[in-house]
């Protein structure tokens, strides 16, 4: 294995995105930090998806100087990377938005060709009506997670839909992101406090991207009158459901756990 000290590593990387970018007119940029960002497109709204977040190991420096992740940034199969050089948990960031979420396949099997062994490790909380799953990071390997980002910037008024309280929630453990099981939201619905600035609360309903059966959340807002108010991520719009209907709770999936290590292995 190719061990070399992390300012070493973090130089050649450099080097190495800027000369990527010039020959194929990628958006690349320093930015505050001792960071650099590379993307497809510049000023552009991120896109809703996931990222995967990592320590600059070894085995990540490796997959940064494999010519098949390489070439997945030339032929703009995830929206792009950004590498620090302070060594925290979010000095290597992949960005994988969901219309690209094939890609974070391929990557697995890249990690996977670098020695990096892929097991899911989700935090649950199991009870007899169903279960709630921690979004704030989903651990998939050593130092290496995934989280959902909603790709929205701070003038959205709902701070729960914004992304930055999704970083946030991933760097410091709060506020807790549950997906609720469709059993646990129904059996709990009334009981549940929504306002709480300690908690968000979601469902997942599942899209089939290319074969990949992909969970995403929806942000439970508020309830009224049985009517439950969500944001959907993905479609980037709210909807309104009404619970006593069962068609419109169908959708909600019961088994978050299997269906979040199914999706992230």
Not at 146 to 164: F, H, N, P, Q
Not at 190 to 197: H, R
Request: no cysteine; proline share 3%.
């Amino acid at each position: 294995m190719f061990h070399r000290d992390n300012k070493e590593k973090y130089n050649i990387l450099l080097n190495l995105y800027k000369g990527l970018s010039d020959r194929y007119n990628l958006h690349y940029r320093q930015i505050n930090g001792g960071a650099i960002r590379i993307t497809e497109k510049d000023n552009v709204l991120p896109w809703p998806g996931i990222n995967v977040h990592a320590l600059l190991s070894s085995k990540i420096y490796d997959v940064l100087m494999n010519k098949n992740f390489q070439q997945m940034m030339i032929n703009r199969e995830i929206d792009g990377i950004e590498i620090r050089e302070s060594y925290n948990y979010k000095q290597v960031i992949f960005y994988i938005p969901f219309q690209l979420i094939q890609s974070y396949k391929k990557l697995l099997n890249i990690f996977r060709n670098n020695g990096i062994h892929i097991k899911p490790k989700l935090k649950v909380h199991r009870i007899n009506h169903g279960s709630l799953v921690l979004l704030n990071r989903m651990y998939i390997a050593k130092d290496i997670f995934v989280r959902y980002s909603t790709g929205l910037t701070t003038e959205m008024s709902d701070e729960k839909i914004r992304d930055s309280t999704w970083r946030f929630a991933a760097a410091h453990g709060s506020p807790k992101i549950w997906a609720l099981s469709r059993d646990y939201l129904l059996q709990h619905l009334y009981k549940l406090n929504y306002k709480d600035d300690s908690k968000i609360y979601t469902f997942l309903t599942l899209i089939n991207y290319h074969g990949i059966i992909t969970p995403i959340p929806s942000i439970i807002l508020s309830l009224s009158s049985n009517k439950l108010i969500t944001y959907d991520i993905k479609e980037r719009r709210r909807f309104e459901y009404d619970l006593s209907n069962k068609n419109d709770t169908n959708f909600i999936v019961d088994h978050p756990e299997q269906r979040l290590r199914a999706f992230l292995i």
